[in-house]
């Protein structure tokens, strides 16, 4: 049922009480009326049959009025039922006329393709009874609708919108509607049904039990095309040669669909959309959804749902039970809006190759205007499959890889040294952080004097002796910023980076896991100098990385993530550096790319001003385990007119090179888009 489970709504209850007790010591009619309208609306339908006359009770049992009020609403798919009796203010009107009392009554009826409201008299008799004369209620089908015949019902037709696509910055469709092949078979055509079963099933992935359940399907006859499976229209020739040519009654037809031309290198940005779920109807029924309909699951398809599925229309009919009668409503359908985005298919895809088969996530930004113009996951699904359901066979080979249907961009990680940008900002902001100052360190590890800390010590990879902030960044010093973070201290810290916008949710429709300092408080002094340097319980989302190194480029403001094309650029979080510090950060991180000592002097391109950091986040339990390393690399041109910052991040890089393996795939992205 349509309708909600504490039943409809009635409006005019509260005047007709006031109207109540002016029939003397008679009955009121207005009372035995104002209950049926309550138990209408509240779809107590056995109480309202035993408010009925007898006439009505002599033609229809309860089970039967109880069945056909339950149908009557469910045909119409109604949401909510208003209910106002019009009592007149003049006692000579409201009076009974040979025992007969008669109202107007207003109805209006929720739809999903809109408001059915029209006006009916009701009217009530006097009759004689057990406990003395009580009025009754002269019960109508016409009640229900003043057109609708006797045995009759209604039938919702819908009329579905055509669903908005999505546009790269470039037109590029990323999520376009077209066509897909619908596979199955025409069981006359089946030679052994047995051997079909077999064979189809071998070269679709699609079980047997799902095939058999297809074919077994009521309506199914021998020249019936049945549906099996679906698969993107770009293999129409594997469908010819493997089905159709391969398999006595196998077939495949091409129907109208949903396309995503980009595969997997978009997967997790587009998503997918599939057919409603029963969970997903219960949710979206007061919107107008059907159990046929498909709804957005994943990605920007379900980031932009409303807007891309427009608004269903439709046509309300009578019936007479077998055809229809009267169109008594209809709706004409909304259709959904195209979205262009700020998206670059064409770096989308180089970044996504660049990355290979490597486990990781790339994000790349315009760093003046905040236009997203990549977000790459990998590895990736293809969502032209997954529109469809995957099959078994297709789940299991999934099993055996590294997490597809995982979206990494929408993740937090531990971003290890490219953090430190950040905590310089933080000390040079607060005035605990001279950048002049030198730091005296001796050796590669180091914990405070006269700490409580036991075998625990900060690491480094360089001996440097002497180390200023320059120095720390271009050599990537740990124990430096573990230095700094102490200097600012827990509360410092951690407002500051609020500040940047942690424990928010990013300013962008798809989802994202908000970043975070830490899961509680700091434990201890360890865990704040670890975060100094990217480690401790840290978490930070790619793109929310890559926004706060636009502070660089935006006098001290961090852009706000534009992901539409036709959206205003605007600052997300302003004055978090101030112009001199913004530029003396800037210049450290393009000594990062260009000092001969630098850890990221890979990525250098010449002719072009690069500013970047480097990072290795460790995850190990304790020091003593082996753990896994994510490698990152952030880079964005400092030119006077900037037009990129990527951010990647690739999995488990400790055998490949640490962070200089990513430095390498994010250098050849720079030099074919910066030269």
Request: proline residues 4%.
């Amino acid at each position: 049922m349509r309708h909600t489970r504490n039943g409809f709504i009635m409006t005019g209850l509260a005047t007709s009480l006031l109207l109540t007790g002016c029939f003397g010591d008679e009955p009121d009619p207005k009372e035995t009326l104002n209950a049926f309208l309550e138990n209408w609306s509240a779809e107590q339908y056995e109480e309202m049959y035993a408010k009925l006359d007898e006439a009505t009770k002599q033609d229809v049992t309860q089970d039967e009025y109880i069945e056909r009020m339950t149908t009557l609403y469910e045909q119409m798919q109604a949401s909510t039922l208003q209910l106002e009796a019009v009592y007149p203010e003049d006692a000579e009107e409201d009076a009974p006329e040979d025992g007969v009392y008669t109202v107007p009554l207003n109805v209006e009826v929720s739809t999903p393709i809109g408001e059915l409201a029209f006006e009916e008299d009701i009217s009530l008799t006097l009759e004689e009874q057990e406990e003395g004369d009580q009025w009754v209620v002269n019960w109508q089908d016409t009640l229900v609708y003043p057109s609708l015949s006797e045995g009759g019902g209604f039938e919702l037709a819908s009329i579905q919108p055509i669903r908005g696509e999505i546009f790269d910055r470039n037109g590029n469709g990323l999520a376009v509607n077209g066509k897909v092949l619908e596979i199955g078979s025409v069981p006359g055509r089946i030679e052994d049904r047995e051997d079909f079963v077999s064979e189809f099933s071998e070269v679709t992935g699609v079980s047997h039990e799902t095939i058999e359940s297809r074919l077994d399907q009521t309506w199914v006859t021998d020249e019936a095309f049945v549906p099996i499976h679906f698969a993107p229209a770009s293999q129409t020739d594997w469908a010819q040669e493997e089905l159709a040519e391969g398999i006595p009654g196998a077939s495949y037809r091409e129907i109208d669909g949903r396309e995503y031309p980009y595969g997997e290198s978009a997967a997790h940005l587009t998503g997918y959309i599939r057919d409603i779920t029963a969970e997903q109807l219960e949710e979206f029924k007061d919107k107008g959804y059907g159990p046929n309909d498909k709804l957005g699951q994943t990605g920007l398809e379900r980031a932009y749902e409303e807007r891309l599925r427009g608004k269903s229309g439709g046509v309300l009919y009578t019936t007479n039970g077998e055809e229809r009668e009267e169109a008594i409503l209809e709706t004409e359908a909304e259709d959904g809006e195209d979205i262009t985005l700020t998206i670059d298919m064409d770096l989308q895809q180089e970044i996504s190759d660049e990355i290979g088969d490597d486990s990781g996530t790339a994000t790349a930004i315009h760093p003046t205007n905040g236009q997203v113009l990549a977000l790459v996951s990998k590895p990736s699904i293809d969502p032209n499959l997954s529109a469809f359901g995957l099959t078994q066979r297709q789940r299991e080979d999934m099993d055996t890889q590294d997490t597809p249907q995982m979206n990494r961009f929408a993740q937090t990680y531990s971003p290890g040294s490219t953090f430190k940008l950040l905590t310089a900002a933080m000390g040079l902001e607060a005035g605990t952080l001279d950048p002049n100052e030198t730091m005296d360190i001796d050796g590669l590890s180091w914990q405070p004097e006269g700490s409580d800390w036991g075998g625990y010590d900060i690491t480094r990879v360089h001996n440097v002796e002497s180390v200023d902030l320059r120095k720390a960044l271009v050599y990537s010093d740990n124990i430096y910023f573990a230095q700094q973070a102490l200097n600012l201290g827990e509360e410092e810290f951690t407002n500051r980076a609020n500040e940047f916008g942690f424990g928010e949710e990013l300013p962008i429709p798809l989802f994202h896991t908000s970043t975070l300092m830490a899961e509680d408080s700091m434990a201890n002094d360890i865990q704040l100098a670890d975060s100094g340097y990217g480690q401790g319980q840290i978490q930070m989302n790619p793109l929310h990385l890559g926004l706060t190194y636009t502070t660089l480029v935006n006098e001290g403001n961090m852009i706000k993530p534009v992901l539409e094309l036709d959206e205003e650029s605007g600052v997300w979080k302003e004055g978090l550096l101030t112009p001199e510090h913004t530029e003396m950060l800037q210049q450290d991180l393009v000594d990062v790319l260009e000092d001969p000592e630098g850890t990221a002097r890979a990525a250098a391109v010449d002719s072009v001003r690069i500013a970047g950091k480097t990072g290795t986040a460790e995850l190990k339990a304790t020091r003593e385990d082996p753990g896994m390393e994510h490698g990152w690399f952030v880079a964005l041109e400092a030119n006077d007119d900037p037009e990129l910052l990527v951010v990647m991040m690739i999995d488990d890089v400790s055998d490949k090179g640490g962070s200089g393996y990513v430095v390498d795939k994010v250098a050849s992205i720079l030099e074919s888009n910066l030269r």
